[in-house]
C-alpha cells in the first residue's frame, strides 16, 4: 500500500519560511504530476502549486513570487519553499501525486495525510 509522506510544517511567524516535501512509500514505477493543495478552516480544499515531471509548474495566484515548487524525479520527491508567509497562508497542506506502478500501467492519484502550517500574525 503506497502512501504519500509528508514532511516540514509547522509554526512560524509572519515574514518567516518554511519547506515542505513529500514522498511516496512502497515501490513504485515513475510519479507524473505532483503538487501541494491547502485547506484552511471552514474552507475547501484548493490547489496551491503543481508540477509536471518535466518540470512545466503551475500556482495558485495569492502564492506567486513567494512559494517555489520543486521535484527530484530520480527520488520521486516533490518540495515547496514557501517564503513571506502570511497569516491567511495558514491551512492544512495536502500532497498530491499521480503515480505508476508499472511502464504500461495506468495513473492513480494519492493524497497525502496533511500537514500544518501556521503562520502567525
Known amino acids: 500500500q503506497v502512501q504519500l509522506v509528508e514532511s516540514g510544517g509547522g509554526l512560524v511567524p509572519t515574514g518567516g519560511s518554511l519547506t515542505l516535501s513529500c514522498v511516496p512509500s512502497?515501490?513504485?514505477?515513475?510519479?507524473?504530476?505532483m503538487g501541494w493543495y491547502r485547506q484552511a478552516p471552514g474552507k475547501e480544499r484548493d490547489l496551491v502549486a503543481t508540477?509536471?515531471?518535466?518540470?512545466?509548474?503551475n500556482y495558485k495566484d495569492s502564492v506567486k513570487g513567494r512559494f517555489a515548487i520543486s521535484r527530484d524525479n530520480a527520488k520521486n520527491t516533490v518540495y515547496l519553499q514557501m517564503n513571506s508567509l502570511k497569516p491567511e497562508d495558514t491551512a492544512v497542506y495536502y500532497c498530491?501525486?499521480?503515480?505508476?506502478?508499472?511502464?504500461?500501467?495506468?495513473?492513480?492519484?494519492?493524497w497525502g495525510q496533511g500537514t500544518q502550517v501556521t503562520v502567525s500574525s
Open positions: 508540477i509536471t515531471r518535466g518540470g512545466n509548474t
Open positions: 498530491n501525486a499521480d503515480i505508476r506502478f508499472s511502464s504500461s500501467g495506468p495513473l492513480r492519484t494519492y
Open positions: 512502497g515501490n513504485i514505477f515513475r510519479t507524473n504530476t
